[in-house]
């Protein structure tokens, strides 16, 4: 099993940035694709962005590119999203997940590892 659990969240102010932290344990998690999800309150979970495993291929949703990057750290087994321009929309809990695979990378359906989540809040 890959246990993954994330860090980083917090309260901030529309504008400021944040960096989203997903550490990986259990099994080898450099071989793995990853993503990042958001999941506001009432709401569908939502893509937000993907990472291949060797970090060269990189996927992002509208609402989110040129704002967010994903990245990785094998060497560490962690996945980061680097989160600029912060809106009030942006708040939501943040989950990543690990997959074999990166078919359907936009698909909650593709991840059969995910972390507990982590609170993001952006105020305005």
């Known amino acids: 099993q890959v246990h993954l659990v994330e860090s980083g969240g917090g309260l901030v102010q529309a504008g400021d940035s944040l960096r989203l932290s997903c550490a990986a344990s259990?099994?080898?998690?450099?071989?793995?694709?990853a993503a990042w999800f958001r999941q506001a309150p009432g709401k569908e979970r939502d893509f937000v962005a993907a990472?291949?495993?060797?970090?060269?291929?990189?996927n992002y949703a509208d609402s989110v590119r040129g704002r967010f990057t994903v990245s990785r750290d094998n060497a560490k087994d962690t996945i980061y999203l680097q989160m600029n321009s912060l809106k009030p929309e942006d708040t939501a809990v943040y989950y990543c997940?690990?997959?074999?695979?990166?078919?359907?990378?936009?698909?909650?359906?593709?991840?059969?590892?995910w972390g507990q989540g982590t609170q993001v809040t952006v105020s305005s």
């Open positions: 997940a690990a997959s074999p695979t990166y078919s359907d990378a936009w698909s909650t359906y593709n991840y059969p590892y």
């Open positions: 259990g099994r080898t998690f450099s071989g793995y694709n």
């Open positions: 990472i291949s495993w060797t970090g060269s291929n990189t």
